[in-house]
């Protein structure tokens, strides 16, 4: 079976180019081990635990982001690195970006509080907090391709699976934090939540997150432009 | 220079650098990989712990852990490692670790193989995945510094004390040495010397192992192996033990239930191996959990078995096999975690901590992780150290590489010492077997002078880094098999055709030494 691959390696060439290679699995993971057993020694990529758990082999295939180890190939199909990163080489991608926006929407746990969580409490976060971090969502998002401050989906959905959290005694803050460069920027496309492979929803999550805004006080901040367009006293 | 250097960034590495972080010493945080990447996020299960001692006592744990381990470890230390339990639970629940909960909106304990008690603490059956992603959101939280992608070369041992540590940055190709009079081994255990048959991420390659010992730190108990016995067939990927915890059946190519499925993890390895090896068909059967407790406590299961085997657990058993899961030898350490060389600690898999002996309890690996992996921070060394050590030759070293012609792929030797190995010397091994594995390892040492990297870029060379883990691999899969050759009995996951029993004259932890780079190995009494 033919399969194509994007391909990049700043010391053999500065433009990326497709190769072909005749390959015998049709597991993408062992399809591309195969690749570099075989063919191509220098041919680069990330895996790990081959069971879909530790988001390490995300790639695009067609176009469309996968589990390397969990999709199955089919004749002539395209393998190309995650979207909306640096790629370093090949299938490889400088994945950075994700400390950055856990830092800068602190989705993380701020202050403990001993509220009592329930048995249906922990539900209500128990998906999101099955994120495996692939950044399949993040690579899917038109806004993160043109907006390199975006916040993204992977940390919006982390930051709601927090603010859900009874534990959190400061979940207002991370409110704060997602105004800008976060839940308003978002086009609620929904490619993110087409292509988690945890079935999570993080647009659903980002329209949440926006609610949850909305009660607190916070303004949407879209409305206000057009708001400001139509009433503008200084336009008077 | 930082107070304290961890090598490895699974669940080990980053409990000792926040706790290293929180009381006060500068961390840095070296990984091969990123952090939500490690083997860690594979541990499904749960975590064991004493919560309520009115249901269950330390005593009961302790002595279900003794048993398990066949007597082959100590007491004192599995009684400190059971005392830590509850403790490590609250802080991992302080952290925002979302446990399930029960009726009374406690966390909800399972029980799991080889245990009288509900005991093991979990988040569905993503334990794991849930403990390391919050880890790592507390380690950016509290500004803990990373390399990332970084491989551990070497250690600096100078007048048998640890002073540095040298690495490679894969990207960048470059060496780096960083001196610190802390170094802590966190990178896993050796289950990828079966990289064909194991549950283990690829990356999982014994290289805390193999450097520690070249830097004649001890190893110990390396031939102990434990098999995990529900993996998906043919992928070897997990199926936890949490679905017999929670009544899993398994059934026979007659559809008869064979074992008690909630005996200890190498007893019921044992009777799956020995039907597998016969070409017999072997299931776990979960139909009659019913759809709302599969979807409740076991959707990763449920989710594995429909994406890599086509089966809906809901209407068909599953059809199993056996693989290489957790490995409890490791590099030797004291009650301290310090290993036998000064200024050097190991915590997780890659430690042999006395607590598991001859047989992991399944719940038992998370608690080490966190319980050890925080108390590990007490014994710190605060000096500053001076560190000589010239790291030219390794950068030389890696240009011969480059330039090296290459004869034999070591890519198809590692399959091949896969195969061998686990036909050989896995679960059921005898003597002659283990000589004939042994004999395939001296022919690949010797080999090793016509093997190489075929990649000759100078940035981001993977195949470099692949070969400096295949050496790992080769070194630490010689010791495995010398360890099985000296313990002429059977005990817990070490079975022996020609020793069926267990002879108390080896009721004793096996001590590895590297002596002139030829491994001397012998007997301790448990302490």
């Known amino acids: 079976m ?105 989705a993380f746990l701020e202050e403990f509080s001993s509220n009592v969580v329930t048995k249906n409490d922990g539900k209500l976060i128990d998906l999101q907090s099955n994120c495996i971090s692939c950044q399949s969502c993040f690579s899917s998002c038109p806004v993160s391709s043109i907006n390199s401050d975006f916040i993204g989906p992977t940390s919006l959905t982390k930051v709601f ?31 993110c939540t087409m292509v988690c492979p945890q079935g999570i929803d993080s647009r659903s999550d980002i329209l949440k997150l926006r609610m949850k805004s909305l009660q607190n006080g916070y303004t949407d901040p879209t409305i206000q432009t057009s708001f400001n367009m139509e009433f503008n006293p200084n336009g008077f | ?22 009381q006060g010493f500068s961390v840095l945080v070296i990984s091969k990989n990123y952090p939500t990447f490690s083997q860690s996020c594979q541990a499904q299960g749960g975590i064991n712990a004493i919560l309520d001692e009115s249901n269950d006592s330390i005593d009961d744990f302790v002595s279900d852990t003794f048993i398990a381990s066949r007597k ?45 008690k509900k005991r093991t603490c979990y988040s569905s059956d993503y334990t794991g995945l849930k403990i390391i992603n919050t880890l790592y959101d507390t380690c950016v939280k509290n500004d803990i510094e990373f390399l990332h992608e970084e491989f551990l070369l070497d250690i600096a041992v100078e007048n048998g004390v640890a002073n540095a540590v040298i690495t490679l940055n894969i990207n960048k190709m470059k060496v780096s040495k960083y001196p610190t009079s802390n170094i802590i081994l966190a990178t896993g255990g050796y289950s990828n010397i079966f990289s064909l048959n194991t549950t283990n991420s690829y990356l999982t390659t014994a290289d805390g192992l193999a450097i520690a010992y070249k830097n004649k730190a001890k190893l110990s108990n390396l031939e102990f192996v434990q098999f995990h016995p529900t ?30 499925e909630l005996k200890t993890r190498d007893e019921v390895a044992r009777e799956v191996y020995k039907r597998v090896v016969k070409g017999e068909e072997v299931f776990l059967d979960l139909r009659h959990l019913g759809e709302e407790k599969i979807d409740e406590l076991l959707p990763q299961e449920r989710t594995i078995a429909l994406n890599f ?21 490791g590099i030797l350490v004291d009650e301290n975690m ?72 070591f890519y198809k030797v590692k399959e091949q010492l896969s195969q061998i190995l686990f036909e050989k010397a896995s679960i059921i091994k005898s003597n002659s077997s283990l000589n004939e594995v042994l004999e395939f390892i001296n022919e690949q040492k010797n080999n090793l002078k016509y093997m190489g990297i075929e990649d000759k870029s100078t940035y981001y060379n993977r195949n470099l880094v692949d070969f400096y883990e295949f050496k790992n691999l080769l070194l630490i899969s010689e010791l495995y098999i010398k360890s099985a050759i000296s313990r002429n009995e059977s005990r817990g ?26 491994a001397f190995i012998y007997f301790e009494e448990i302490k």
């Open chain 2, 231 to 260: 993996v998906l067939k043919e992928t070897n990927i997990l199926i936890s033990e949490s679905a017999r915890g929670e009544g899993g059946y398994l059934l026979d190519k007659n559809s008869n239930r064979f074992i008690d």
């Open chain 2, 1 to 22: 220079m930082y107070d304290v250097v961890v090598i490895g960034s699974g669940a080990a590495g980053l409990t000792a650098a926040l706790e290293a972080k929180e």
């Open chain 2, 493 to 518: 996951s070490h079975y022996k055709l020609d020793y069926e029993y267990e002879d108390e004259s080896f009721e004793k932890e096996t001590i590895i030494e590297n002596q002139d780079n030829d």
């Open chain 1, 2 to 106: 033919k399969i194509k691959i994007k391909r990049f390696n700043k010391q053999k060439s500065q433009d990326f180019y497709i190769e072909e290679f005749d390959i015998l699995n049709t597991n993408t993971l062992k399809a591309l081990l195969e690749v570099k057993q075989n063919y191509d020694k220098s041919f680069s990529f990330r895996y790990g635990c081959k069971s879909a758990v530790c988001g390490s082999c995300a790639i695009r295939v067609n176009g469309v982001e996968k589990l390397a180890c969990k999709v199955k190939l089919k004749e002539n199909d395209l393998i190309e690195p995650l979207n909306n990163f640096e790629v370093i080489k090949d299938l490889v991608v400088n994945l950075d970006k994700n400390e950055h926006f856990i830092k800068k929407s602190n």
């Open chain 2, 309 to 329: 085997a086509n089966t809906d657990i809901l209407n068909e058993p599953l059809s199993i096999g056996v693989a290489a899961h957790y490995t409890m030898g």
């Open chain 2, 338 to 409: 310090q290993t036998t060389i000064k200024n050097l600690y190991a915590i997780g898999e890659c430690a042999q901590a006395s607590i598991h002996g001859a047989n992991r309890l399944g719940g038992n690996s998370l608690l080490e992780v966190i319980g050890l992996s925080r108390e590990v921070v007490k014994s710190f060394n605060k000096d500053k150290i001076v560190c000589n050590i010239d790291i030219k030759k390794y950068q030389k070293e890696i240009d011969e590489l480059m330039h090296k012609e290459i004869k034999v792929d």
């Open chain 1, 161 to 191: 699976r927090y603010i859900e959290d009874k534990k959190e005694s400061l979940s207002k803050n991370k409110l704060d934090l997602i105004q800008k460069n976060g839940i308003w920027d978002c086009t609620l496309c929904g490619n």
């Open chain 2, 72 to 116: 082959i470890s100590n007491k004192k230390r599995i009684r400190k490692f059971c005392e830590l339990s509850k403790d490590s639970i609250l802080w991992l629940n302080k952290l925002g670790v979302p446990f399930t909960r029960d009726e009374n909106n406690n966390i909800a304990q399972r029980r799991f193989g080889g245990t009288s």
